[in-house]
């Protein structure tokens, strides 16, 4: 790879400045760098502006871009809200190496498909700060278009005693999941999400309206599980086909439920 300038700044605003003027690449941990291109105009390192930590405030968590997905892991904090879901999604991914290096920003940002990270979180009332646009929900930064050329501060999750769960399907134990779903639970109220269908988590919104009037029960979870199928896309790739992604998603869905009902 060529670095043709390489910039560490040292402020929120100079990194922004960056990366609106010289379309800057991003690199946080770098875990995926190599993925991308080889040749790069301008590298901006984030590592320098005190991203990261995490913080329990009354009502929420505060994860700085720059937090690793060891440091969620190991969280105390996220270790005992929402059952622990996070930080179980994230002990799944690969090796301890890789989630020393890997952060929390660079995982929302990239907007990957196979992410085990956004599924838990969209399943959550979780919200991103971005230096220059605000705090925008999960749900909505995921759908913006095209690349977003702005500096992702730290995601904040609501804390609101949702019990939550997540569930995936790999090959192997460091491989990509074929399917993963993560479903939450408030006072009743679910919120369903499915990601690596191949594509980046999206919530099943029919499921979810459809438990809202229905008595919470292994029936309607297998129901839920059939239609969170049905209103999703799925597709394949060299880990799982269209057809069996679809049967998963029914039995993640399900067994999500059952465990935050």
């Known amino acids: 790879m060529k670095i043709r300038e390489y910039l560490k700044p040292t402020t929120l605003e100079e990194a922004y400045n960056a990366l609106k003027d010289k379309n800057a690449t991003v690199i946080g941990g770098g875990a995926y760098l190599r993925l991308g291109a080889k040749e790069v105009d301008t590298m901006l390192d984030l590592s320098n502006l005190g991203l990261d930590l995490i913080e329990d405030k009354e009502d929420r968590i505060e994860i700085g871009a720059m937090v690793t997905l060891r440091q969620i892991e190991q969280s105390e904090v996220l270790q005992k809200n929402f059952s622990g879901a996070v930080s179980k999604a994230i002990g799944a991914i690969m090796g301890v190496q890789i989630r020393n290096i890997a952060t929390v920003g660079g995982s929302v940002a990239g907007r990957y498909a196979f992410s085990d990270v956004i599924t838990p979180l969209l399943a959550l009332d979780t919200y991103v700060e971005l230096h220059n646009g605000g705090k925008t929900s999960l749900k909505d930064f995921l759908g913006i278009k095209g690349k977003i050329n702005d500096v992702v501060v730290k995601i904040v999750i609501m804390k609101d005693n949702r019990k939550a769960s997540f569930q995936s399907v790999r090959n192997t134990s460091t491989d990509f999941a074929i399917l993963n779903a993560a479903v939450s639970n408030v006072g009743g109220d679910l919120k369903i999400s499915v990601g690596a269908r191949p594509g980046v988590a999206q919530l099943a919104e029919k499921a979810m309206e459809f438990l809202k009037s229905s008595e919470l029960n292994e029936e309607t979870a297998v ?39």
């Open 223 to 261: 129901k839920a599980g059939k239609i969170a199928a049905e209103e999703l896309k799925f597709g394949n790739d060299i880990r799982g086909s269209l057809e069996y992604r679809t049967e998963l998603c029914k039995a993640l869905v399900k067994r999500a439920i059952m465990e935050v009902i």
